[in-house]
């Protein structure tokens, strides 16, 4: 399995996705790379008033590879009072 996430190297922090993305160290992560090509889009399309534009030289695409990705009981992460 793989996973995606928009990565600028001048600020080093991912991008939360969008038109006008936030940029966290944590962001967005997205596990269909199609998804993640049309938020770039998004981005690149902009608004009506922003017009087009193209990502800066700075952002790169994070690909990560999960080799064996598991299923844990949500039930066992949370303690109740």
């Known amino acids: 399995m793989k996973l995606y996430k928009i990565f600028d190297t001048a ?3 991912y ?3 969008g038109v006008n993305p936030k940029w966290t ?3 967005k992560t997205w596990s269909v790379r199609g998804q993640m090509i049309s938020s770039l889009k998004v981005y690149c ?4 008033r ?3 534009r193209l990502p800066p030289d700075s952002w ?3 690909e990560f590879e999960v080799a064996n990705p598991k299923s ?3 039930k ?6």
Request: hydrophobic share 30%; proline share 4%.
């Open 15 to 17: 991008s939360s996705g």
């Open 60 to 62: 790169v695409v994070h």
């Open 45 to 48: 399309h902009g608004t009506y």
């Open 25 to 27: 160290k944590v962001g």
């Open 72 to 74: 844990i009981s949500a």
């Open 50 to 52: 922003s017009g087009k």
């Open 76 to 81: 066992g992460l949370v303690s109740t009072p």
């Open 11 to 13: 600020t080093g922090l």
